[in-house]
Nanobody
């Protein structure tokens, strides 16, 4: 079972940046894909970004250009660099991992962007 530990959330002013980290308990080469979803109060969970073992990345609508997902293979860690943050980016950000047919979630980290 893959365990995911997130870090890097917090409070930032609009226009600022944050970098989220998601550390996996196993080699990320054994994981098909990792990424981030977010959920704002009263809204459905939405895809933020994902990255495959081969390094192919995908982003949610309108986030590419402000958000960048990357991976550090020796550290079994995936990062989400978030720039030009907006108040509407305020949400709980959840890391996920897909290993074969199993889906794992992190505990979530709060990101709050003040106007």
């Amino acid at each position: 079972q893959v365990q995911l530990v997130e870090s890097g959330g917090g409070l930032v002013q609009a226009g600022g940046s944050l970098r989220l980290s998601c550390a996996a308990s196993e080699s990320i080469f054994s994981i098909n894909a990792m990424g981030w979803y977010r959920q704002a109060p009263g809204k459905q969970r939405e895809l933020v970004a994902a990255i495959t073992t081969q390094g192919s990345a995908a982003y949610g609508d309108s986030l590419k250009g402000r958000f960048t997902i990357s991976r550090d293979n020796p550290k079994n860690t995936v990062y989400l660099q978030m720039n030009s943050l907006k108040p509407e980016d305020t949400a709980i950000y959840y890391c996920y991992a897909i290993q074969r047919t199993d889906l794992y979630w992190g505990q979530g980290t709060q990101v709050t962007v003040s106007s």
